[in-house]
């Protein structure tokens, strides 16, 4: 089991910035799939962002094409912690942020039905 809970929203201006984190707990995820989508009122859940395991320490990171460029993803294994570092905020990025896990890595991670563990989410509200 891993239980995640995330944190670091709230309401920021458009071209502003926020961080948000994810804490991992129960089995070390290290070698998990970590995943942030996010859900605007009336729309389904999206994915933004997820980094894979690679081997070793490496890790690729995989992007939606609106959030390339403004987000990073990354994670520290030794907090058990996923980050979302969002830079250039637009208002269409207004949604609740969710962080998920998926203890393999499949070709179909952009899919909500691949994951096995969710947190709670995390407001993110930006104002034009």
């Known amino acids: 089991q891993v239980h995640l809970v995330e944190s670091g929203g709230g309401l920021v201006q458009a071209g502003g910035s926020l961080r948000l984190s994810c804490a991992a707990s129960?089995?070390?995820?290290?070698?998990?799939?970590l995943t942030w989508f996010r859900q605007a009122p009336g729309l389904e859940r999206e994915f933004v962002a997820a980094?894979?395991?690679?081997?070793?320490?490496?890790?690729?990171?995989y992007y939606q094409d609106s959030v390339k460029g403004r987000f990073n993803i990354s994670r520290d294994n030794a907090k058990n912690t996923l980050y979302l570092q969002m830079n250039s905020l637009k208002p269409e990025d207004t949604a609740v942020y969710y962080c998920?896990?998926?203890?393999?890595?499949?070709?179909?991670?952009?899919?909500?039905?691949?994951?096995?563990?969710w947190g709670q989410g995390t407001q993110v509200t930006v104002s034009s």
């Open positions: 998920a896990a998926a203890s393999f890595w499949s070709g179909s991670y952009y899919e909500v039905g691949e994951y096995d563990y």
């Open positions: 129960g089995r070390t995820p290290s070698k998990y799939t």
């Open positions: 980094s894979r395991w690679i081997g070793g320490i490496t890790y690729y990171q």
